[in-house]
């Protein structure tokens, strides 16, 4: 008769928890929702987002142009490598695969507490800090929704997942819907922005990337990470 050693039973038995561990991750579902209509050069994208397939160029700071074949060419490439005209683009195509790569982290969720409709409603009740941060205290005085503080508020659809609003100050910004799905995994569906701002007067434009959270359906929105 064979002998079963303690040690033999502890090796049996972690080999069976990673064995459901993976079996658990394997078969969790992954977001069903990323715009890749807003993805500049967009070729290709395997199902979970892993590998994003690219065809851009941008002018070089030194003349010569610079390819971009996927986010690792857009990740390493610095700022100072672009022409400055074109600093815009390579903000974009850094938010775009900043947003992906979360995005491949995210889980489905199991219950949600958005709004279907991208429309003035869904605008309206974001945060009022669900604008880009211009720097010093622009985000400090903003409490509530973004109509609280935005009394003229004017919005309008441009697509079923991207809706212009103009605010005051002379900020105009496309709200741009990057995302849906569990970015925290705590089981309830987040949304992920991208902001494409621009203030006509000061000659001042850029995006910037927005982590949402709504816990219930009374609750109020909440940015919880933001890039810009």
């Known amino acids: 008769m064979m002998k079963i050693t ?5 090796s049996l038995l972690l080999l069976s928890i990673i064995t459901l561990v993976c079996v658990a991750k394997s078969s969790i579902p992954h977001p069903n929702f990323f715009n890749t209509d807003e993805f500049v050069g967009f070729v290709s994208m395997s199902s979970d987002g892993d590998t994003v397939t690219i065809d851009y160029e941008l002018d070089g700071a030194g003349g010569n142009p610079i390819s971009f074949k996927n986010c690792d060419d857009v990740k390493k490439t610095p700022e100072t490598d672009v022409a ?4 815009h683009l390579w903000r974009l195509m850094q938010i775009n695969c900043k947003a992906v790569t ?7 969720d199991t219950r949600s507490y958005w709004p279907a409709a991208f429309d003035h409603a869904f605008i309206a009740g974001l945060p009022a800090t669900a604008i880009p941060d211009l720097g010093g205290n622009s985000l400090d005085e903003r409490k509530g929704l973004l109509t609280d ?25 496309t709200y741009v819907l990057m995302g849906r799905g569990d970015f925290d995994h705590d ?6 922005l991208r902001l494409d701002w621009n203030i006509p007067t000061a000659f001042g434009k850029g995006f910037s990337l927005l982590l949402l959270s709504k816990a219930s359906v009374s609750a109020e929105a909440e940015v919880v990470w933001r890039d810009g």
Not at 6 to 10: D, F, P, Q, S, W
């Open 6 to 10: 303690m040690t033999k039973v502890l």
């Open 84 to 87: 400055t005209h074109q600093y």
């Open 102 to 108: 979360m995005w491949h982290n995210a889980i489905a």
């Open 149 to 173: 503080v935005e009394p003229t508020l004017e919005t309008g659809n441009i697509n079923s997942h991207s809706t212009k609003a103009i605010l005051s100050g002379d900020l105009t910004i």
């Open 187 to 192: 089981g309830t569906e987040d949304i992920l």
